[in-house]
T-cell receptor, first 119, second 111 residues
Framework: GAVVSQHPSWVICKSGTSVKIECRSL??????MFWYRQFPKQSLMLMAT?????????EQGVEKDKFLINHASLTLSTLTVTSAHPEDSSFYIC???????????????FGAGTRLSVL | GEDVEQSLFLSVREGDSSVINCTYT??????LYWYKQEPGAGLQLLTY?????DMKQDQRLTVLLNKKDKHLSLRIADTQTGDSAIYFC???????????FGAGTILRVKS
């Protein structure tokens, strides 16, 4: 159980285009999902916390207009990188927290990640 | 503030034990976690420990927590080549709070 699916796994796009990444919790409901960015050989940097039915909470320094997050259902959150540029190239990882029933352990289950390359 | 630090690299021989260390600064941490990341993949939760525990064992994995020194370790017994990966420790202040990750320790297992 507790499987998180992330799609696509790898995307190459031209500079100036927008890219959408999907994160799905397959066998549990997740009212909260998280989006991280990981640079090569570095740790995960939390970009934003996505709450079902409400606006995402962005970490300091993350442009909300650049990284659009939509969490329309209990099993799906999307991250759209708008007008992507080469500096947006990175590994993006989502995670989901099993909320029902609520668990005090605060365990996050991670997707396999999406490698974005902007040419 | 929150800060989690790990040693960057560990190399062991197959069959030996591996010990990966982590220190954290926030004494309010309630849960601490170990995640494994294989190349090009997401993070896999290995184990976690509640802050009022000293030790937790799960098959080949042993987690030791020294709350006084804010030190967490992960011991992998009988390390195998398949254990080669990056290991992240993370802390949480409890339900509803974000995870704070260390920079990761690269474990290389030599056959």
């Amino acid at each position: 159980g507790a499987v998180v699916s992330q799609h696509p796994s790898w995307v190459i796009c031209k500079s100036g285009t927008s890219v959408k990444i999907e994160c799905r919790s397959l066998d549990f409901q997740a009212t909260t999902m998280f989006w991280y960015r990981q640079f090569p050989k570095q740790s995960l940097m939390l970009m934003a916390t996505s709450n079902e039915g409400s606006k995402a909470t962005y970490e300091q320094g993350v442009e909300k207009d650049k990284f659009l997050i939509n969490h329309a259902s209990l099993t799906l959150s999307t991250l759209t990188v708008t007008s992507a540029h080469p500096e947006d190239s990175s590994f993006y990882i989502c995670s989901a927290r099993n909320q029902i029933p609520a668990r005090v352990e605060n365990i996050q289950y991670f997707g396999a990640g999406t490698r974005l390359s902007v040419l | 503030g929150e800060d989690v630090e790990q040693s960057l690299f560990l190399s062991v021989r197959e069959g030996d034990s591996s010990v990966i260390n982590c220190t954290y600064t926030d004494s309010s941490s309630t849960y601490l976690y170990w995640y494994k990341q294989e190349p090009g993949a997401g993070l896999q939760l290995l184990t976690y420990i509640f802050s009022n525990m000293d030790m937790k064992q799960d098959q080949r994995l042993t987690v030791l927590l020294n709350k006084k020194d804010k030190h967490l370790s992960l011991r992998i017994a009988d390390t195998q080549t398949g254990d080669s990966a990056i290991y992240f420790c993370a802390e949480s202040m409890g339900y509803g709070n974000k995870l704070v990750f260390g920079a990761g320790t690269i474990l290389r297992v030599k056959s």
